[in-house]
C-alpha cells in the first residue's frame, strides 16, 4: 500500500510510522510521498532522512485558496497514493481532495472523539480544553476524513489518563507517546492488510481487540 503522509510540524507522528515500517509492525506499506505547507516543518528534515520524497507547497504562494487547493490536488494524483494520512496536517483538506481520494484519507487527533474536537480544536488547544473542562481520562483516535472537521468513522482510539498535575504540554508528550505513536501505525497495518471496513458510519476490524490496542 502507497501512502502520502501529510505534515505541519515537527513530524514525530510520521517518525512514528517510518519506524514501524523499518520494523515490521507496519507490512505491505511504502511512504510515496511527504507534503508539507511549512517549509520550516521539522517532518520534512524526517523525511529527508529517511530518504522518502517530499514535497514544500504553501498556501501563502499561491493568488488564493482555490488555486492552493487545485495544486495540492495534483501533487497528490501526482503520487498516486493509495492511503493519505494526516500526521499532524493542519492545512484544511479541500473538498476536491476528500472527494477524489473518499474513504482513502485518515486522521490522528488528540482527544477521544467526539470530546474535544471539532473547528479550532487542534494542537495544544486540545489539551488546554480538556484541562480546563476537568475531563479525568484522554486519549487520540484515528479516524476516516469525510468532508466535516473530525467527523469520519473511528478506526481507532487509546484512552490516556489525565493527571492532577498535568499542564497542556505534559498531557499532549504523554497522549502522543502512549496513544498516537501506538494507533496511527496500528491504524495503517490494519488497512494494509485489508482488516477494516466501513459499515454505515462505523468501522469493523477483522478479529478487533481493544486490549490488543490498549496493551500496546
Ligand atoms: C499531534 O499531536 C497530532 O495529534 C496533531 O498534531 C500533532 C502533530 O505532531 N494532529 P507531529 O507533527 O506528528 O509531531
Same mark, same amino acid.
Given at each position: @500500500? &502507497?501512502?502520502?503522509?501529510?505534515?505541519?510540524?515537527?513530524?514525530?507522528? =510520521?517518525?512514528?510510522?517510518?519506524?514501524?515500517?523499518?520494523?515490521? &509492525?507496519?507490512?505491505?506499506?511504502?511512504?510515496? %510521498?511527504? $507534503?508539507?505547507?511549512?517549509?520550516?516543518?521539522?517532518?520534512?528534515? &524526517?523525511?529527508?532522512?529517511?530518504?522518502?520524497? $517530499?514535497?514544500?507547497?504553501?498556501?501563502?504562494?499561491?493568488?488564493?485558496?482555490?488555486?492552493?487547493?487545485?495544486?495540492?490536488?495534483?501533487? %497528490?494524483? +501526482?503520487? +498516486?497514493?493509495?492511503?493519505?494520512?494526516?500526521?499532524?496536517? =493542519?492545512?484544511?483538506?479541500?473538498?476536491?481532495?476528500?472527494?477524489?481520494? !473518499?474513504?482513502?484519507?485518515?486522521?490522528?487527533?488528540?482527544?477521544?472523539?467526539?470530546?474535544?474536537?471539532?473547528?479550532?480544536? $487542534?494542537? =495544544?488547544?486540545?489539551? !488546554?480544553?480538556?484541562?480546563?473542562?476537568?475531563?479525568?481520562?484522554?486519549?487520540?483516535?484515528?479516524?476516516?476524513?469525510? !468532508?466535516?472537521?473530525?467527523?469520519?468513522?473511528?478506526?481507532?482510539?487509546?484512552?490516556? @489518563?489525565?493527571?492532577?498535575? +498535568?499542564?497542556?504540554?505534559?498531557?499532549?508528550?504523554?497522549?502522543?507517546?502512549?496513544?498516537?505513536?501506538?494507533?496511527?501505525?496500528?491504524?495503517?497495518? =490494519? *488497512?494494509?492488510?485489508?482488516?477494516?471496513?466501513?459499515?454505515?458510519?462505523?468501522?469493523?476490524?477483522? +478479529?478487533?481487540?481493544?486490549?490488543?490496542?490498549?496493551? *500496546?
Amino acid at each position: @500500500m &502507497r501512502i502520502a503522509v501529510l505534515v505541519s510540524g515537527g513530524g514525530t507522528n =510520521l517518525q512514528a510510522i517510518i519506524d514501524s515500517i523499518n520494523e515490521g &509492525r507496519i507490512t505491505n506499506t511504502e511512504i510515496c %510521498l511527504v $507534503y508539507s505547507n511549512n517549509p520550516k516543518a521539522y517532518a520534512i528534515e &524526517r523525511a529527508k532522512k529517511a530518504g522518502i520524497p $517530499y514535497v514544500v507547497k504553501s498556501p501563502k504562494e499561491f493568488e488564493n485558496r482555490q488555486e492552493f487547493n487545485e495544486a495540492l490536488l495534483q501533487i %497528490l494524483k +501526482d503520487a +498516486d497514493p493509495d492511503l493519505i494520512v494526516l500526521a499532524g496536517c =493542519l492545512v484544511v483538506i479541500p473538498k476536491e481532495v476528500v472527494r477524489a481520494f !473518499e474513504g482513502r484519507i485518515i486522521n490522528i487527533h488528540p482527544s477521544l472523539i467526539p470530546s474535544f474536537c471539532g473547528t479550532g480544536f $487542534y494542537g =495544544l488547544k486540545v489539551h !488546554e480544553k480538556v484541562l480546563e473542562r476537568g475531563a479525568r481520562v484522554s486519549g487520540a483516535t484515528v479516524h476516516f476524513v469525510d !468532508e466535516g472537521t473530525d467527523t469520519g468513522p473511528i478506526i481507532l482510539q487509546k484512552p490516556v @489518563m489525565v493527571r492532577d498535575d +498535568d499542564t497542556a504540554k505534559t498531557l499532549q508528550r504523554r497522549i502522543m507517546e502512549q496513544a498516537e505513536w501506538k494507533i496511527m501505525p496500528m491504524a495503517i497495518d =490494519l *488497512l494494509a492488510n485489508n482488516k477494516v471496513k466501513v459499515e454505515g458510519n462505523k468501522v469493523v476490524i477483522e +478479529d478487533y481487540d481493544q486490549n490488543i490496542v490498549d496493551s *500496546l
